[in-house]
């Protein structure tokens, strides 16, 4: 979904609202991750004296299978994003923080949407003391405490 933010980038002092929920079109062309509610996208667009910033919160529920124990739970997930608005590149570089305003416009969805992939952690897990699985019986030892690790210990 494109925005038109020529009023912003023109005006010193104008801000822009940015509520918004990342459409489900949007979100089926992430196959990594099973989003469990709307990805919410909060904050602003503004014009401080010249410079433009893109500023927000992305907050995703994902449902997770713990990459230890195989159990799958549903997590919260919340960033705050900064980025520069700029209507064209000066230099070369290829800098994440910057976005090119193409035609006056920007797709906060989309930005939104590849900001959080970049942030979201690559292990999952159902909590950070997660035990796993036991690598002899297959139980999952957050709930059953089996033993057979401590015979191999002695
Ligand atoms: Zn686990
Ligand atoms: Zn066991």
New binding site residues.
């Given amino acids: 979904m494109q925005m038109k933010i020529g009023n912003v980038l023109d005006v010193p002092g104008t801000v822009m609202p940015l509520d918004l929920c990342v459409s489900e079109e949007r979100l089926a062309q992430v196959h990594r991750y099973v989003f469990d509610a709307p990805v919410r996208v909060v904050g602003q667009i503004a014009n401080h004296a010249g410079a433009v910033t893109l500023e927000f919160r992305v907050t995703a529920s994902l449902r997770v299978t713990?990459?230890?124990?195989?159990?799958e739970t549903v997590q919260e997930f919340s960033y705050a994003e900064a980025h520069t608005v700029v209507r064209k590149l000066v230099s070369e570089d290829e800098d994440d923080s910057y976005i090119l305003a193409e035609g006056e416009c920007i797709d906060p969805e989309e930005i939104a949407v590849t900001d959080l992939l970049l942030e979201l952690p690559t292990k999952m897990?159902?909590?950070e003391d997660?035990?796993?699985l036991c690598p002899v019986c297959g139980c999952?030892r957050?709930v059953t405490d089996c033993g057979c690790m401590k015979d191999q210990i002695g």
């Avoid at 713990?66 to 159990?71: A, E, S």
Wanted: aromatic share 0%; charged share 35%; with cysteine.
């Fill in positions: 713990c990459d230890r124990c195989l159990k897990l159902c909590k997660c035990k796993g999952n957050n």
